[in-house]
């Protein structure tokens, strides 16, 4: 049984951070691109970033040269690192794997808000 389990959303002011993580079981992870997406009520699910199978990486334009993913292969992981939040970075952030499946995380929110 495949499992994603996201953590480290929370409540932060702009300008902060916050580190998302997600753990990968029931699947040989390092086959598998990992990404990270968020949605907001009403709105489509976005892709904010992206990383293959040999570590390259892709990011939306709203989020280059602020978040950071990376992933771990020994610890089946992959991580989301957020600096300078900013309020529109506020929304449920879901955690993705697809190899020839896709499978989500339960989501994590996240709420930039002084």
């Known amino acids: 049984q495949v499992q994603l389990v996201e953590s480290g959303g929370g409540l932060v002011q702009p300008g902060g951070s916050l580190r998302l993580s997600c753990a990968a079981s029931?699947?040989?992870?390092?086959?598998?691109?990992a990404a990270w997406y968020r949605q907001t009520p009403g709105k489509q699910r976005d892709l904010v970033a992206s990383?293959?199978?040999?570590?390259?990486?892709k990011y939306a334009d709203s989020v280059k040269d602020r978040f950071t993913i990376s992933r771990d292969n020994n610890k089946n992981t992959v991580y989301l690192q957020m600096d300078n939040l900013k309020p529109e970075d506020t929304a449920v952030y879901y955690c993705?794997?697809?190899?020839?499946?896709?499978?989500w995380g339960q989501g994590t929110q996240v709420t930039v808000s002084s």
């Open positions: 990383i293959t199978q040999g570590f390259v990486t």
């Open positions: 993705n794997v697809n190899l020839f499946n896709d499978y």
């Open positions: 029931g699947i040989t992870f390092r086959l598998y691109i």
